[in-house]
């Protein structure tokens, strides 16, 4: 059976490097596939390996791995950093290759998923929403509203305001833009 590693973004450098850098660990060709997806495709390609029990990786912007891994909540495509050193890649994919790929991941923090309150809270910041209004819509106060925000910027480890809007735009804006890609691809 065929690996497969996804490339989040359009770094041919990356990609050049992994196929040799694959190649090389496996001493063989056809071990790994190595292709470049958006976001799109790869929560598509996530919930199709829901059936076939099948397991992945995929390299993500080092800045955007939490943010992905909390909205998309990947199940069975391991997310990994863009920076992620030489040494540590060769051990994931030993991982992949000698181990078993159903076992579950070591790393993931369940913690870290939004709630489906605060999934629709970020929607309705990111178009524009007023927390006044928000309250209106879940049938509480403003208090709560804030407090539900302040939830949500400690799981993402935001400092600030700033950057919890930008952690929202990351995830709800033009993310084939944000990633170097076009649509068509």
């Avoid at 992620?84 to 790393?107: K, M």
Wanted: aromatic share 12%; proline share 2%; glycine share 6%.
């Amino acid at each position: 059976m065929k690996n497969e590693i996804f490339i989040l973004g359009n770094n041919e450098m990356l990609m050049l490097g992994l196929n040799e850098l694959t190649r090389n660990f496996t001493g063989k060709k056809g071990l790994f596939s190595v292709r470049r997806v958006s976001l799109i495709e790869l929560m598509h390609i996530d919930a199709s390996y829901k059936t076939k029990k099948k397991h992945s990786i995929a390299i993500v912007p080092a800045h955007l791995k939490d943010v992905i891994h909390i909205f998309a909540g990947m199940e069975h495509i391991r997310l990994v950093p863009s920076n992620i050193s030489l040494f540590a890649f060769s051990s994931l994919l030993s991982e992949v290759v000698f181990s078993d790929a159903g076992a579950n991941r070591p790393g993931s923090n369940d913690a870290l998923f939004l709630t489906a309150k605060e999934r629709r809270y970020c929607y309705l910041v990111y178009n524009g929403i007023s927390n006044k209004k928000i309250a209106c819509y879940f049938q509480c106060t403003e208090k709560n509203v804030s407090y539900l925000k302040r939830k949500i910027m400690s799981k993402w480890h935001c400092k600030n305001s700033l950057d919890f809007y930008k952690t929202i735009n990351y995830f709800y804006g033009d993310n084939d833009t944000i990633f170097g890609l076009n649509s068509a691809g």
